[in-house]
């Protein structure tokens, strides 16, 4: 048997453990570099079998599941299967190394999100698990631990599968034949009754993704949420106030029953993405659950005219600010050069205005304020100075392209113009 701690060994001859990321009953995780491939980083996965009398079994288990890995990790979205190997009775897998905050560090207790957040980010989480269910896999262990923001667009990368774990659990009888699980692979709160009873489907990972929902919803951790005595459904509509439709949704994700949830990540998809197409007019009230306290709507994108409007606002706003600069500079008699230093100034200042506005907590340059809307990137949250910097410049696309890049926005599911293609950003309206 290895040492228990790796750090400083060299696994392979090149894989070098540099620091232990965490451990438990499953197994041991590291951070090493790949010497055979310009010091990569990568992660490495020691499991600790806890039968060592049916290594063949495990073995053969190991293998099976690492080529399910292996054909998983294809998805940009999940970690690369670099290699697996046995050493000294010792299961290792090496995995690419994700950088980036997890989901768990931006769930803060007491701290609630608005509707449109979450359902960006679930649609986010169940776009890479539709890939994974399409594989008849169930990930078995959906938390916000396991689901990184990878930079710069917070795309969710989904990390740590239960299927490998399930083989360093297994119990064998006189005969060895498994006989059960020593652990159920999953966490509290996040796993629904039949996985409990160690039989996990693919909607038990819907569950644990509706779950996550909700807990960003109302800032309370899931194993604290009451359930209904009569039903075992969970309670935790009182908690806050959101659309029906929104609601209806999350309900059935974290139905009691499984016949009663979405049977997988497509079905479940689906529906988010319905929500994204609904728009409430503003004289429909939402009849508020008791105790609620805060109010959300379902996504809505802005629409040509609302953009259009804000745009001749930021305009006048540019072109005022550039005159002004203008005659601070070169006083009011200085008419050589007047139009090309106007253009200038302009081109200058509205990039100053645009990028630094727009990537900032406002979200939203003046014009945009004024009519409610924001821009975001493809998960709801805000974008970066560089995602910024790239929308105003890919404008000029929009322009020379006699406009077409704007009016594409009347055919885009999501009414993205083509400077917001290109920056991978989108124009919403603003949750009232």
Request: proline content about 3%; aromatic content about 12%; charged content about 15%.
């Amino acid at each position: 048997m290895l040492q228990q701690n790796l750090v400083g060994e060299t696994l392979q001859g090149h894989y070098q453990v540099i620091s232990q990321l965490g451990g438990g009953g499953f197994g041991d995780t590291f951070l090493a570099i790949d010497t055979s491939k310009f010091n990569r980083q990568c992660v490495v996965k020691r499991l600790k079998p806890q039968n060592q009398s049916t290594m063949q079994w495990v073995e053969q288990a190991f293998e099976r599941e690492a080529r399910m890995l292996e054909a998983l990790g294809k998805h940009p979205r999940i970690p690369d299967l670099l290699g697996f190997f046995q050493e000294q009775q010792e299961f290792f897998l090496v995995q690419e190394f994700i950088s980036g905050d997890n989901l768990r560090s931006h769930l803060i207790r007491g701290q609630q999100w608005d509707e449109n957040r979450v359902i960006f980010i679930l649609q986010n989480i169940l776009e890479v698990l539709e890939f994974v269910h399409q594989h008849g896999v169930v990930h078995r262990d959906i938390k916000p631990d396991n689901l990184i923001l990878q930079k710069p667009n917070n795309q969710i990368v989904l990390i740590d599968f239960g299927a490998v774990k399930q083989i360093s659990t297994q119990v064998f009888n006189t005969q060895g034949q498994v006989a059960s699980t020593t652990y159920v692979v999953g966490t509290q709160g996040y796993m629904p009754i039949e996985q409990m009873r160690g039989h996990p489907m693919l909607c038990s990972d819907i569950y644990a993704v509706g779950m996550i929902g909700i807990e960003a919803l109302t800032g309370v951790f899931p194993h604290e949420l009451g359930t209904d005595p009569n039903t075992f459904e969970v309670i935790w509509r009182p908690r806050v106030l959101v659309s029906e439709d929104f609601a209806r949704v999350l309900s059935t994700m974290t139905a009691y029953h499984p016949s009663q949830r979405y049977q997988n990540a497509t079905q479940a998809l689906q529906a988010i993405r319905e929500l994204t197409q609904t728009v409430l007019p503003s004289n429909v009230k939402q009849t508020p659950p008791p105790q609620s306290v805060t109010t959300n709507t379902s996504i809505r994108y802005a629409g040509f005219s609302t953009r259009f409007a804000a745009d001749i606002i930021d305009k006048t706003i540019l072109i005022i600010a550039s005159f002004m600069f203008d005659f601070m500079t070169n006083g009011a008699a200085n008419a050589n050069g007047f139009w090309g230093r106007l253009f200038f100034y302009y081109i200058v200042i509205g990039f100053v205005y645009a990028t630094v506005m727009e990537s900032s907590v406002i979200q939203a340059t003046v014009g945009k304020m004024l009519l409610g809307i924001a821009v975001t990137d493809a998960s709801g949250n805000r974008i970066t100075f560089e995602q910024s910097a790239k929308r105003y410049f890919s404008k000029i696309l929009s322009y020379i392209t006699f406009l077409f890049g704007f009016f594409i926005a009347g055919f885009t599911t999501k009414k993205q113009t083509l400077h917001d293609i290109v920056s991978k950003s989108l124009v919403i309206r603003k949750s009232r």
